[in-house]
């Protein structure tokens, strides 16, 4: 493990001398916020620095260097696995700031971005134009740009255009030692050398301090259509992807959520839920506004077919929203509403989402905790918010998780579908990957960051500097 340095007042001021006091975050309440993320964890930074300028980072990571402290970029915090947590103190380095749409080039359709600007404020701006940025995680409204690249977030729609990683075509990073680089292009395609931008994204602000994004957009789809379809039970409805799915169907979104789920936001649904398995998939299309009807239509009969009990058509953008609403309220809900709260999001091949269901009950039952269900079912991609009414038998519940994901994992699935390591999975990593990947990606950490002052801590555990 690195041994770092305390910020004492001499760094302090010496921080405050090269970037300028306005940048340092003082007032109390506002500190509060930077503890925290949408995960469970908490620590305390030591000072929070708000940059408005790339030089003023390039400043704090040579000091960072000079004086061995670390620093933790921060987007909008929230991140679900602890990533922008100062675990080992030090400075967090939040991004908000930054929050420039420098450019939205509608004869190239490319868009220029600072880290800091929400990833709803960019989507809104672009639609303006006709153009559409396509990755929609459900944190959308608050999240960052800069760190959903750092997570490679994805959403709802990732079934059909992919996750950020396919929008972004280049990166302005800060890198730890201080010196800034420029990856990959403004044009659509690009393969000089190796691939970094891409080693950037999803390195979960450990390899680099994002400043700058060249983003790919697409035309916006003329017309959107949608449905609920209500099944007696999730192994049906999970079914029911399949079916859709293997038909020559791409949903621009399928998202499915359990009984335990629908019955947190009961007075929300525009149905009574049929029995206590039930379960809701929530599909939409986009494209042309004739075949987006055809194909909606198709969809739905398809689900009839599987066993849907009742098909709600969302033809208007009102329906739709209030079923995106519904959607999100859940996550909100699973969290006020328990003690103990561990979102995992695992991912499995498409058909094998039904038979993870259907050993979820056993792994309740055998560890004592309550699942709820929900998730981005064309990506296989299964929330699994793991509660508990009390925290007193935390190792028992650890146990379960380990024994879930290692059950995911013989279904040749993953450990995290989009949330990332953090801290939060960062003792589940050698479950997933072998020793010499491991060792492989420790040496390019060790590359980037020799004295391991970018997010220390994070991802791998014992990682010592070279
Ligand atoms: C209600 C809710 C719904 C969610 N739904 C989804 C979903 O559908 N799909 C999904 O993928 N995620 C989802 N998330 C998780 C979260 O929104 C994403 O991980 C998001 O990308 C985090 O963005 P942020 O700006 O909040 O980053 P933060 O939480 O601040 O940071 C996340 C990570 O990125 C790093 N980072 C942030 N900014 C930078 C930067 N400029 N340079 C380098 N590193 C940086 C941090 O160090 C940290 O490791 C959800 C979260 C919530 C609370």
């Known amino acids: 493990m690195a041994q770092y340095q305390p910020i004492t007042e001499p760094i302090r001021r010496k921080i405050e001398h090269e970037l300028g006091s306005e940048c340092i975050v003082t007032d109390l309440k506002a500190l509060e916020i930077y503890n925290r993320d949408a995960s469970e964890l908490v620590h305390s930074p030591e000072l929070v620095i708000r940059p408005q300028t790339v030089d003023q980072i390039q400043q704090l990571l040579r000091l960072a260097n000079e004086h061995r402290f670390p620093v933790t970029p921060r987007g909008a915090g929230t991140g679900l696995a602890g990533g922008c947590l100062p ?16 450019c939205i080039d509608s004869q190239n359709l490319v868009a220029d971005v600072e ?80 691939d970094l931008t891409h080693l950037l994204i ?3 602000g450990t390899l680099g301090v994002i400043t700058g994004l060249t983003l790919k957009l697409i035309p916006h789809p003329r017309a959107v259509s ?21 038909r020559g169907h791409l949903p621009s979104a399928i998202e499915f959520m359990d009984c335990r789920c629908l019955t947190l936001v009961g007075e929300l649904l525009p149905f009574s839920i049929p ?24 969809i739905g009969r398809i689900c009839r077919e599987v066993g849907a009990s009742r098909i709600l058509p969302a033809p208007q953008a009102e329906d739709r929203d209030a079923l995106w609403h519904v959607r999100r309220q859940i996550s909100l809900r699973i969290h006020d509403t328990s003690v103990l709260y561990i979102p995992e999001d695992v991912a499995v091949p498409l058909n094998r989402i039904a038979e993870l269901v259907e050993a979820l009950p ?103 500097p070279d």
């Open 115 to 194: 880290p800091g600007v929400i990833t709803k404020t960019l989507r809104d701006a672009v639609r303006e134009k006709g153009l559409f940025y396509p990755p929609d995680p459900a944190g959308l409204d608050k999240s960052t740009i800069g760190g959903n690249a750092a997570t490679n977030a994805g959403g709802p729609a990732c079934v059909k255009y992919g996750t950020t990683k396919d929008y972004v075509l280049g990166l302005q990073a800060v890198l730890p030692d201080g010196s800034l680089i420029h990856t990959g292009t403004k044009t659509r395609k690009g393969v000089v050398g190796y």
């Open 226 to 246: 949608g449905l609920a379809a209500v099944f007696e039970d999730l192994q049906t409805a999970t079914h029911a992807v399949t079916a859709v799915m293997s």
């Open 202 to 204: 999803g390195s979960e």
């Open 362 to 464: 056993e792994f309740e039952a055998r560890y004592n905790f309550k699942i709820y269900t929900f998730g981005h079912a064309g990506d296989g991609n299964i929330h699994l918010n793991i509660t508990a009414t009390s925290r007193n038998d935390l190792d028992l519940v650890e146990a379960g998780v380990r024994a879930i994901l290692a059950r995911v994992l013989q279904m040749e699935g993953t450990i995290s579908g989009e949330h990332g390591v953090g801290e939060a999975k960062m003792r589940f990593l050698p479950m997933e990957l072998s020793p010499q990947s491991v060792r492989l990606q420790q040496s390019i950490k060790r590359l980037f960051d020799p004295n391991l002052i970018l997010n220390p801590g994070k991802i791998f555990p014992d990682l010592t």
């Open 87 to 102: 675990l080992l103190g030090g400075v967090v380095l939040s991004l908000e700031a930054m929050n420039r749409i420098r």
């Open 275 to 298: 029995g206590q398995n039930a379960a809701l998939l929530i599909v939409e299309t986009d494209g042309a506004p004739d075949s987006i009807r055809a194909e909606i239509e198709a």
